[in-house]
T-cell receptor, first 112, second 115 residues
Framework: KNEVEQSPQNLTAQEGEFITINCSYSVGISALHWLQQHPGGGIVSLFM???GKKKHGRLIATINIQEKHSSLHITASHPRDSAVYIC??????????????FGQGTILTVHP | NAGVTQTPKFRVLKTGQSMTLLCAQDMNHEYMYWYRQDPGMGLRLIHY???????AKGEVPDGYNVSRLKKQNFLLGLESAAPSQTSVYFCASSPRFEGLGYGYTFGSGTRLTVV
């Protein structure tokens, strides 16, 4: 079983819909990242969370440390949100050296 | 803008040729990483560095070498390229402690094809 599991693996939505992508992890972490990758593009860090909730524009990320679960929400989705969204966790401790463990990614397609 | 710069962005190599991928960051990050991304495999760590003059192996180090002679630069070398090394390569950097200044940052990627 992967240490970081995302669901769903594929998600199709109509423009304007509210979208949720989930991430569960089975290890202790110091931080959780949500990453975005457009087709053929680079990887952009959307959020880094260690507790609570963060909001940036139409994007909201939450984390529940006790339940080892995080969600990424997109309000009023738009075709330009179509991308792969990747959850990644950073292990605690000096010997982890900031290495990330990645989920398998969620492919989001938003139709106009 | 501060960030991670990778060069080149695209490259085609013949089997057996060598090349070096360059990565530079201007955020004074201690840690740097090289990942490869393949369809269905996600991101896999090749090598990483925790400071100037240090390197360590990741999950898939075979066929690659790295060097970090200066804190801001992390080089990935392929001594004798093989078709199995066709991939997209991402460099990334991170501070020792996140939450201060710039966090984990990825480069824009290098698309390498070995024929």
């Amino acid at each position: 079983k992967n240490e970081v599991e995302q669901s769903p693996q594929n998600l199709t939505a109509q423009e304007g819909e509210f979208i949720t992508i989930n991430c569960s992890y089975s290890v202790g972490i110091s931080a959780l990242h949500w990453l975005q990758q457009h087709p053929g593009g680079g990887i952009v860090s959307l959020f880094m969370l260690s507790s609570g909730k963060k909001k940036h524009g139409r994007l909201i990320a939450t984390i529940n440390i006790q339940e080892k679960h995080s969600s990424l929400h997109i309000t009023a989705s738009h075709p330009r949100d179509s991308a792969v969204y990747i959850c990644a966790v950073r292990r605690p401790g000096g010997t982890s050296y900031g290495k990330l463990t990645f989920g398998q990614g969620t492919i989001l397609t938003v139709h106009p | 803008n501060a960030g991670v710069t990778q060069t080149p962005k695209f490259r085609v190599l013949k089997t057996g040729q060598s090349m070096t991928l360059l990565c530079a960051q201007d955020m004074n990050h201690e840690y740097m990483y090289w990942y490869r991304q393949d369809p269905g495999m996600g991101l896999r760590l090749i090598h990483y560095s925790v400071g100037e003059g240090t390197t360590a192996k990741g999950e898939v180090p075979d066929g690659y070498n790295v060097s970090r002679l200066k804190k801001q630069n992390f080089l990935l070398g392929l001594e004798s390229a093989a078709p199995s090394q066709t991939s997209v390569y991402f460099c990334a950097s991170s501070p020792r402690f996140e939450g201060l200044g710039y966090g984990y940052t990825f480069g824009s990627g290098t698309r390498l094809t070995v024929v």
